[in-house]
């Protein structure tokens, strides 16, 4: 039996919440395809912040470059101390947020099948802000190297997928003509080495209301940083709200899964949140160990989850976001009910 050692963000608001709930999700799909997890805490955000006086602790990182995979769950206000930085210290250069209509779920239109690849390490999250009398400088940097290495994951992401392989880079050259002009130049030099994937790029502002129009036109997209970062909530929205999408933030070492969405205050301590999005996220984690870790156990129990995800959301079971009222902990054991081991 393999065993792996899972670091756990628990986060702050809505995060111990849902990530209870998808620990028990994790630990049934495990122990039905005869895999150990070992969950460690990695306290992290704006409570580890309020208790250890940094939201963001030594140990934590320690803890998580110990692990084989972090699963996170949001965190509050100090997400710039937390993931953007985990993001950047640990290389995660590749922020991996799929949109795919479900069943029984009220989206936009059924046959979206979409994923956003936003480059994770640069642009205007590199937090360079210089104050000067009467405003602020922003500095946005996009480096050659890492718009290849996110172009490259694009099309290798397009190429392993069902869909229909065609990879589309979003940016705004036509006023940010150095920066932007960088990527989407650099898109262009790696799509020649994809000759088997229709490679295209469209302005940011056209994207956003090419998502709503035609969503289901999409298989890959490839972005910088912040356009990716607000895209994915409105694909997130296009499939039925942020309570569904999962995340990966994926380096050469290291791997943090997490679901799109933040703390949610506004829902916090009720019991109400959505899991599916962070049950996703684990089954996305278990993809990726499958892969890293060339073992089909994980695959089968990535599978298992996303399976009973879908049979639990066919079946009308629905947290409040999406018009039922199934409680956080009773869609969870929604899930753990309908994992199958696949024959
Ligand atoms: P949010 O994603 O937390 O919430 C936006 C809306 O979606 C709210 O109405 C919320 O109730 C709803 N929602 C989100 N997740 C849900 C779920 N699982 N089930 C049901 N409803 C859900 O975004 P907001 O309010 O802008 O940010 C709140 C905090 O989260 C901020 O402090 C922000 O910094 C942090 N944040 C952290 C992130 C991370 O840890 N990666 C990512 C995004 C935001
Ligand atoms: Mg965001």
Redesign the pocket.
Known sequence: MKEYVISVIR????GPE?VAGCSTVLHNAASAASLKLEFVDAPA?DETGRLKGKALPDSTIETITHSDACL?????????D??VRLRQELDLYANVRPAKSLPGVRCLDAGVDMVIVRENTEDLYKGLEIEFDGGVLALRSITAKASERISRFAFELSRSRAGKKSVVCVHKNNVLRKSDGLFVGTFYKVAGEFQDVKAEDMLVDSAAMNFIRKPSEFDVVVTTNLYGDILS?ETAQVVG???LTPSANIGEKYAIF??????????AGTG???????ILSASMMLDWLSRSRKDSDCLRASEMIRKAVHRTLADGVK???LGGSAGTSDFAAAVSSRLEIPS
């Open positions: 986060g702050d608001g809505i849902v955000g996170k769950g949001p965190v509050g206000k100090s997400a710039a937390v993931i909530d709200g942020l309570g997490e679901p799109v969405h933040g703390s949610a205050p506004d829902i109400t949140a959505n899991p599916t999005a962070i947290t409040r976001d």
